[in-house]
């Protein structure tokens, strides 16, 4: 698998984004799922909104992590060799990813407008399994003139994220925007005009036929680096403060 980022660099986004449309294989995506679905149940964290697993542990309340080995199965084959090939995490604290959220979200879910802030290097790396979905920017310094009229606000940019698609953002895009996923059971308006990644898609004449995506239940794979670690020497010190 030829792997270029150059050329998937969303341009009409300000520094920086890249969108890798069928990033994964259909197996691959399959294992991944079956594997997500089989840990033990005690792994899952329950939120009003949706469910979620963190590893290889959520960070302390100072934002550190427990160093600790990724498990193999979310590290190959995204890891290595793909994320190596890209280069993505090559200037990052650690030369990789050491922590991975995974979120599930069924039809109708979503996540309110946030931002991840200083605890990880900024880049974001995420793999979308099952569904599509489309992930909203928003501008920190926008003040009003993004208002929906409806008293929401409206999203400065639309980012369509296919299933076994590859979505990185960083730089400027991770400091100054905040990013969300909007409350429906369909996502609408689609089309070259609203959709700042549409010349990337794998499968852009279907959405363009229907101008809309029914969502399914589609689960997340957010891989960060964690600037804080904590060694196994130091980690007693961290102990409660989770």
Not at 81 to 110: K, S, T, V
Not at 180 to 197: S, Y
Not at 228 to 234: F, I, K
Request: charged letters at 25%; one cysteine or more; hydrophobic letters at 35%.
């Amino acid at each position: 698998m030829g792997l270029d980022l150059d050329a998937a660099r969303v341009k009409t986004l300000p520094d920086e984004a890249f969108y890798i449309a069928d990033f994964i294989s259909e197996d691959e995506e399959a294992s991944l799922l079956q594997k997500i679905n089989s840990v033990p149940r005690p792994r899952w964290t329950h939120l009003s909104h949706r469910r979620l697993q963190t590893w290889p542990s959520a960070l302390t309340k100072t934002n550190t992590l427990i160093a600790a080995p990724l498990p193999a199965w979310l590290v190959s084959p995204i890891i290595r060799p793909r994320f190596d090939e890209l280069g993505l995490f090559r200037d990052a604290p650690h030369g990789g990813p050491n922590h991975i959220l995974i979120n599930e979200y069924r039809p109708g879910q979503g996540i309110m407008p946030h931002e991840d802030g200083p605890a990880y290097h900024p880049l974001v790396a995420t793999v979308s399994l099952g569904s599509a979905t489309v992930l909203d920017l928003y501008a920190k310094t926008d003040n009003g003139d993004d208002d929906d009229g409806q008293g929401g606000r409206r999203p400065r940019y639309r980012v369509l994220q296919e299933r076994r698609s590859l979505l990185v953002t960083r730089g400027a895009l991770y400091r100054e925007f905040l990013h969300g996923i909007a409350e429906t059971d369909r996502d609408e308006a689609l089309g070259a005009g609203t959709i700042c990644n549409w010349d990337l898609l794998g499968e852009r004449e279907r959405f363009q036929a229907a101008g809309w995506a029914e969502r399914q239940t589609r689960v997340s794979l957010t891989y960060r680096d964690v600037v804080r670690v904590a060694r196994l020497g130091n980690a007693m010190k961290f102990v409660g403060k989770s």
